[in-house]
Antibody, heavy 114, light 113 residues
């Protein structure tokens, strides 16, 4: 059974940093593109970033370019999102997803507020 | 950039009756490989999104057959043949043809009359 478990969310001040993790199991992790998608409170879904199975290709939304970095460690079956220079508008539940979002985790809440 | 629109944005439905949601893309979603990467997701209240349909009309494992997807080019439809109480939630279309990344529609909120 495919399982994706996000962690690392919390309350952070504007300008601060946070690192999210996504632990994967139940499939051959290195074979799949992985994505981060976020959902601001009461809003819709927004793609944030994705990364190829071997880590050789990465893409980010314009809204986070230069501030967020996606990475993965296939030996640990894990994906990460390093978030720097956080803004209030980054407040959201962050989900990790497998492939073209066939599977999603339960999400982790990031709140940016002073 | 591809813009996805959905209509209606709110859909009150009667239990046991059919429901239909429209999704339109600002440009054709036919990929150079011949596939059309248009997916549908359901998000029940308080839950993570769940994929229902991939590549326009393919149901994911475990998805009831009352859900069906159709369409081509820029116009797509998700249909529920007979709405059940567990179908309440928000439905999103998403395109993955034009990268980088994916683009979601704004969502259609389905609730019971």
């Amino acid at each position: 059974e495919v399982q994706l478990v996000e962690s690392g969310g919390g309350l952070v001040q504007p300008g601060g940093s946070l690192r999210l993790s996504c632990a994967a199991s139940g499939f051959t992790f290195s074979s799949f593109w992985m994505s981060w998608v976020r959902q601001a409170p009461g809003k819709g879904l927004e793609w944030v970033a994705d990364i190829k199975g071997d880590g050789s290709e990465k893409n980010q939304a314009d809204s986070v370019k230069g501030r967020f970095t996606i990475s993965r460690d296939n030996a640990k079956n894990s994906m990460y999102l390093q978030m720097n220079s956080l803004r209030a508008e980054d407040t959201a539940v962050y989900y990790c997803g497998r492939g073209w979002l066939a599977n999603w985790g339960q999400g982790t809440l990031v709140t940016v507020s002073s | 950039d591809v813009v996805m629109t959905q209509s209606p944005l709110a859909l009150p439905v009667t239990l046991g009756q059919p429901a239909s949601i429209s999704c339109r893309a600002s440009q054709s979603l036919v990929h150079s490989d011949g596939n059309t990467y248009l997916n549908w997701f359901q998000q029940r209240p308080g839950q993570s999104p769940r994929r229902l349909i991939y590549k326009v009309s393919n149901r994911d494992s475990g998805v009831p057959d009352r859900f069906s997807g159709s369409g081509s080019g820029t116009d797509f439809t998700l249909k529920i043949s007979r709405v059940e109480a567990e179908d309440v939630g928000v439905y999103y279309c998403m395109q993955a043809t034009h990268g980088p990344g994916v683009t979601f529609g704004p969502g259609t909120k389905v609730d019971i009359k």
